[in-house]
């Protein structure tokens, strides 16, 4: 999917549903069952793809799911935001290595 920015995915996914006569309550509902993470992707100076920010979905009082910054890539390496002990915890849910990246971000 095409989005500015992560932050910017629950309102794409709305615009869909209504194409697909979802209402916003059965879109979130289904936003919720099906995603727990928002990968960001920007293209470097080489072209090259990569990672901008990562957010986490979580549902509001209203029930319907924003996103919360859990990691952005900041000068040299990414940096832990409010959203990083929940994302850590769904890639310990998945046996993700946490080694792989633990050194590479700031904050935590």
């Not at 309102?11 to 990968?39: M, P």
């Amino acid at each position: 999917m095409h989005a500015n920015a992560a932050m910017d995915v629950p309102a794409r996914l709305e615009a869909l549903g209504t194409v697909a006569g979802l209402d916003r309550a059965a879109l979130h509902s289904q936003l919720a069952a099906a995603l727990s993470v928002v990968l960001h992707l920007v293209r470097d100076r080489a072209g090259r793809r990569r990672i901008a920010e990562v957010h986490v979905l979580e549902r509001d009082p209203s029930g319907l799911v924003r996103t919360v910054p859990a990691l952005r890539w900041g000068a040299e390496a990414f940096v832990a935001e409010r959203g990083w002990q929940r994302l850590r915890e769904l890639l310990r849910g998945a046996e993700f290595e946490e080694r792989a990246v633990g050194r590479e971000v700031q904050g935590c």
